[in-house]
């Protein structure tokens, strides 16, 4: 089955930058849409930003002009750009993505989570 794994997380200073890498692997046949969602403490998931196969790309309000999602689908590979980043920015940010996996012998469209990463934007 197809997997996810996240890169690129750590601490950051406010204004600074930030890029987030997520790969995916396993027996996938195609992948269409992929997408980053975040986590804070005490708060619900939400969606940061998310790219469809022909890169066509959707951002929540609070991330536009700063962050910036891509993907290299010869490398499987989604990233996240985020610039000028703020303490409220700070938070779990899991990759997402549907793939069409091989599942007990069939062709299904699978939804998969990375295991996440961590950005603490603090000075």
């Known amino acids: 089955q197809g997997q996810l794994v996240e890169s690129g997380g750590g601490l950051v200073q406010p204004g600074g930058p930030l890029r987030l890498s997520c790969a995916a692997s396993?027996?996938?046949?195609?992948?269409?849409?992929m997408g980053w969602y975040r986590q804070a403490p005490g708060k619900q998931r939400e969606m940061v930003a998310n790219?469809?196969?022909?890169?066509?790309?959707n951002y929540t309000d609070s991330v536009k002009g700063r962050f910036t999602i891509s993907r290299d689908n010869a490398k499987n590979t989604v990233y996240l750009q985020m610039n000028s980043l703020k303490p409220e920015d700070t938070a779990f940010y899991y990759c997402?993505?549907?793939?069409?996996?091989?599942?007990?012998?069939?062709?299904?469209?699978?939804?998969?989570w990375g295991q996440g990463t961590q950005v603490t934007v603090s000075s």
């Open positions: 997402n993505a549907d793939m069409l996996d091989k599942v007990l012998g069939y062709l299904r469209w699978m939804n998969y």
């Open positions: 396993g027996s996938i046949f195609s992948i269409n849409a």
């Open positions: 790219i469809t196969r022909d890169s066509r790309t």
